[in-house]
């Protein structure tokens, strides 16, 4: 059911969060944050205040949200423990089709990069394809930890609106 910017706005901090506390992966504290900025104009605001919350959070809340993240096209996707709207994004970019010579690079890369940053690879797979998401791994293997702490966020803060327009008619 898609709700209306008004809907949003007349949600208990409780409703907010029980209805959108899955929009950062498994972690309903941003929803509840981001309730304390209501009302919205609209759902670009909504997003906004979502972004806002992840971005002033501590670090270490920051680091567990991208945490919460799953692999792309990893463990989680092939046993079929992806929540709903990861399983939906990954398979829009064709994550769920790989070829094994495929799925082998995307675990390297994965494993690479974890191993690298402490984090999971994260990246806005909506409209992208895995040729994308592939150039976007190595593109972003070489770079500094505080880089890939930013881009981590930047992209979880695309997931975050991705999914909220999803939700919220525009």
């Not at 501590?58 to 990861?86: F, I, K, W």
């Not at 797979?125 to 981590?152: D, M």
Request: include cysteine.
């Amino acid at each position: 059911m898609v709700l209306t910017i008004d809907d949003l706005n007349g949600m208990t901090v409780s409703e907010f969060a029980a209805r959108f506390g899955d929009v950062a992966e498994h972690s309903p504290w941003v929803a509840e944050r981001a309730a304390g900025a209501r009302p919205f104009g609209d759902r670009g605001a909504a997003a906004q205040a979502f972004a806002a919350a992840l971005r002033g959070a501590a670090r270490d809340e920051q680091v567990s949200v991208l945490r919460a993240h799953p692999d792309l096209a990893g463990r989680a996707a092939v046993m079929g423990e992806l929540a709903e709207e990861s399983r939906k994004e990954q398979a829009g970019a064709g994550l769920d089709r790989l070829t094994p010579e495929e799925f082998e690079r995307f675990t390297a890369l994965n494993a690479t990069y974890r191993e690298r940053f402490g984090i999971p690879f994260i990246f806005a797979v909506k409209g992208a394809t895995k040729e994308l998401i592939l150039a976007a791994f190595e593109e972003r293997l070489p770079n500094g930890p505080e880089e890939e702490l930013k881009n981590a966020i930047d992209n979880v803060c695309r997931i975050m609106r991705f999914r909220i327009e999803d939700r919220v008619a525009g």
